[in-house]
T-cell receptor
């Protein structure tokens, strides 16, 4: 397993500003992901953070709005740019890990960042 | 149609009850299947994998039917601490390891 931390744990921001969320893992991992969970909803993948190259974004998410950095194998950041109240959500990072007994990959999640945009 | 669909909740059951959650997925190329548990205001945590042969972990039994594209989770002898939202999750390994989440089913176990 991996220990994943996120900063900040929560924030209240004004519309039009930007917030950068940090995700730190205690071991080197190849795959890191960023998800959003809006109130009362399940998780939606924003993008895959690729080390050494540009992130891969899912449909409906663009780099200008959610720029992502992945400078090394233990760290990533997600920026929520030019925020509006619709960006109020929980943002979670995750890392892929291998379940060795059946050779399956799944993901561990960080504790999340709760964002409220006023 | 959603890629992963779950029973609508919430499920309100007494302690000691047996409760079953169902889930269907639409993409036959889906390759790995999981149940995650999410407590209120917490991140999702892996509960168990789901295999075609069925697998059991204590009071929890998971089953996969690939032909019907159907996944289930059975909880026996429910405890108060089982109260949470249970997420059905599909791994699309041919899409870079992307996880697709169901909307979740809320379980509330009452004394």
């Amino acid at each position: 397993s991996a220990v994943i931390s996120q900063k900040p744990s929560r924030d209240i921001c004004q519309r039009g500003t930007s917030l950068t969320i940090q995700c730190q893992v205690d071991s080197q991992v190849t795959m890191m992901f960023w998800y959003r969970q809006q109130p009362g909803q399940s998780l939606t993948l924003i993008a895959t953070a690729n080390q050494g190259s540009e992130a891969t974004y899912e449909s409906g998410f663009v780099i200008d709005k959610f720029p992502i950095s992945r400078p090394n194998l233990t760290f990533s950041t997600l920026t929520v740019s030019n925020m509006s109240p619709e960006d109020s959500s929980i943002y979670l990072c995750s890392v892929e890990f291998l379940l060795r007994d059946r050779d399956q990959e799944t993901q561990y999640f960080g504790p999340g960042t709760r964002l409220l945009v006023l | 149609r959603k890629e992963v669909e779950q029973d609508p909740g919430p499920f309100n059951v007494p302690e000691g009850a047996t409760v079953a959650f169902n889930c269907t997925y639409s993409n036959s190329a889906s390759q790995s299947f999981f149940w995650y548990r999410q407590d209120c205001r917490k991140e999702p945590k892996l509960l168990m994998s789901v295999y075609s042969s069925g697998n059991e972990d204590g009071r929890f039994t998971a089953q996969l039917n690939r032909a019907s594209q159907y996944i289930s989770l059975l909880i026996r002898d429910s405890k108060l601490s089982d109260s949470a939202t249970y997420l059905c999750v599909v791994n699309m390994r041919n899409q870079g390891g992307k996880l697709i989440f169901g909307q979740g089913t809320e379980l509330s176990v009452k004394p």
